[in-house]
């Protein structure tokens, strides 16, 4: 039972270095512990080891490791990454703190709408496809701008940043390539004033990459919880 714990430690540790290596600050990188068919004894154990953010793909399978993590609840902040069905926004909206899969503008003012009043608002990313394949999510890069503004004119939104998923690859020239353009567009985004914050990219095979073209929130599962074996993991 001391893995997740040890392997914590060592996604820490190759985030330091990878920091290091490019002259970054390591507290400029947060970890996301992605947790999609981990069992809630699991996010149990990380959060012993200290981990507060967790990342679920589906909203669903979420909402359940919250009620039997209960207690834990308010400690806990929770991240959406996975795709975000328009008729699903309502659920995410009250069990998320982040999602990190914004890519129209309707899922975004569904979001706000539902979003409670005595809540904070709801911390958004818009997802950009920076590697253009036909069947990943994600606004093209060209529009990403357009839905950026939206989400931060919603009122129960608050706009943090950009997030990538570039399609998986051992080049790393490639992976760095896709990053930096995710990168690019982040700080072009920012020149234009809107104060993102939050790039969220690198996995648990890429993550250096990542780091080295300015992630500043990575999301790991299996570096951390081991190899997912449900066959819901490949989708
Ligand atoms: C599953 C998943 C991850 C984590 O991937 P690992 O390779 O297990 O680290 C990160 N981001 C998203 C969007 C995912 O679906």
Redesign the pocket.
């Known amino acids: 039972m001391a893995a997740i714990n040890d392997n914590l430690q060592a996604v820490a540790a190759r985030l330091r270095e990878a920091a290091r290596a490019c002259g970054r600050d390591p507290s400029s990188v947060r970890l996301l512990a992605?947790t999609?068919t981990v069992p809630s004894d699991a996010i149990r154990e990380a959060f012993g080891a200290g981990q507060r953010s967790f990342?679920e793909?589906y909203v669903q399978e979420a909402l359940e490791k919250q009620a039997a993590l209960a207690g834990m609840r308010d400690g806990i902040e929770w991240h959406l990454?996975?795709p975000l069905q328009s008729n699903k926004t309502r659920a995410a909206a009250g069990g998320f703190d982040w999602v990190h899969t914004v890519d129209r503008e309707k899922v975004a003012r569904r979001l706000s709408e539902a979003r409670a009043a005595d809540a904070p608002p709801l911390n958004v990313l818009v997802q950009v496809n920076v590697s253009g394949e036909a069947s990943k999510s994600g606004v093209p890069p060209a529009q990403a701008g357009a839905l950026a503004r939206a989400v931060a004119g919603l009122p129960r939104l608050r706009l943090r940043g950009l997030m990538a998923?570039p399609e998986p690859t051992e080049d790393t020239r490639l992976q760095l390539e896709h990053f930096r353009a995710a990168r690019t567009l982040f700080d072009e985004l920012n020149k234009q004033g809107l104060q993102l914050d939050t790039l969220s990219m690198g996995?648990?095979?890429d993550l250096e990459a990542a780091v080295a073209e300015g992630s500043t929130m990575v999301?790991?599962?299996?570096?951390i919880f081991g190899a997912r074996t449900n066959a819901k993991a490949a989708a």
Do not use: D, E, L, Y
Not at 219 to 223: E, I, S
């Open positions: 992605v999609k990342g793909n990454i996975g998923i996995m648990s095979q999301r790991v599962g299996t570096a």
